[in-house]
T-cell receptor, first 113, second 115 residues
Framework: NAGVTQTPKFRILKIGQSMTLQCTQDMNHNYMYWYRQDPGMGLKLIYYSVGAGITDKGEVPNGYNVSRSTTEDFPLRLELAAPSQTSVYFC????????????FGDGTRLSIL | QQQVKQSPQSLIVQKGGISIINCAYENTAFDYFPWYQQFPGKGPALLIAIRPDVSEKKEGRFTISFNKSAKQFSLHIMDSQPGDSATYFCAASSLGGTSYGKLTFGQGTILTVHP
């Protein structure tokens, strides 16, 4: 059981480039989330999804897009990379229902230069 | 504003000591308070969680204390061990409705336990 898998682990982008961060989970969880983690700032929610075809904005969605075509996959798209998007990105998933923990991947460390 | 404030930013404890991390929240709709533990290069993992209908929850060496009237909760790590060295995040969520399990995280505390 792999849990939540994120690829790539590391990436360096130039300003203005685009890329997709991949996230897949094999636990059949309905809910999935994307966070960014910056030093001293905790984790901020970018986007979330409650099922295939359903996505919504979190606290810091500007500059990002998501899609959810299957239960397993929840990719995060950066269209025009900016230095402010340098961060560590975490994907998480959980079952629906109360008191369910979020299961996190090991993150993608992204640098925009 | 849905904020969770966490302190201290960093904490150094000797092996066998007690580590205490504090969090305060503003949104009275929050009714689920988990703590996550994160090791370098890894994603956060659920450590322990509490609901506000109890004032304390203990799991092994880890205890959450909850003060609903003060809107504060804390994590106590008894007999701290070097293997406990990690970053700890408190979080809060509203159960049910349209919250969809979304978590609001504190800023994190880097715990170092010296042998």
């Amino acid at each position: 059981n792999a849990g939540v898998t994120q690829t790539p682990k590391f990436r360096i982008l130039k300003i203005g480039q685009s890329m997709t961060l991949q996230c897949t989970q094999d636990m059949n969880h309905n809910y999935m989330y994307w966070y960014r983690q910056d030093p001293g700032m905790g984790l901020k929610l970018i986007y979330y999804s409650v099922g295939a075809g359903i996505t919504d904005k979190g606290e810091v969605p500007n500059g990002y897009n998501v899609s959810r075509s299957t239960t397993e996959d929840f990719p995060l798209r950066l269209e025009l990379a900016a230095p402010s998007q340098t961060s560590v990105y975490f994907c998480a998933s959980r079952r629906s229902g109360d008191n369910q923990p979020q299961h996190f991947g090991d993150g993608t460390r992204l640098s925009i230069l | 504003q849905q904020q969770v404030k966490q302190s201290p930013q960093s904490l150094i404890v000797q092996k066998g000591g007690i580590s205490i991390i504090n969090c305060a929240y503003e949104n009275t709709a929050f009714d689920y308070f988990p703590w996550y533990q994160q090791f370098p290069g890894k994603g956060p993992a659920l450590l322990i969680a509490i609901r506000p209908d109890v004032s304390e929850k203990k799991e092994g060496r880890f205890t959450i204390s909850f003060n609903k009237s003060a809107k504060q909760f804390s994590l106590h790590i008894m007999d701290s061990q070097p293997g406990d060295s990690a970053t700890y995040f408190c979080a809060a969520s509203s159960l049910g409705g349209t919250s969809y399990g979304k978590l609001t995280f504190g800023q994190g505390t880097i715990l170092t336990v010296h042998p």
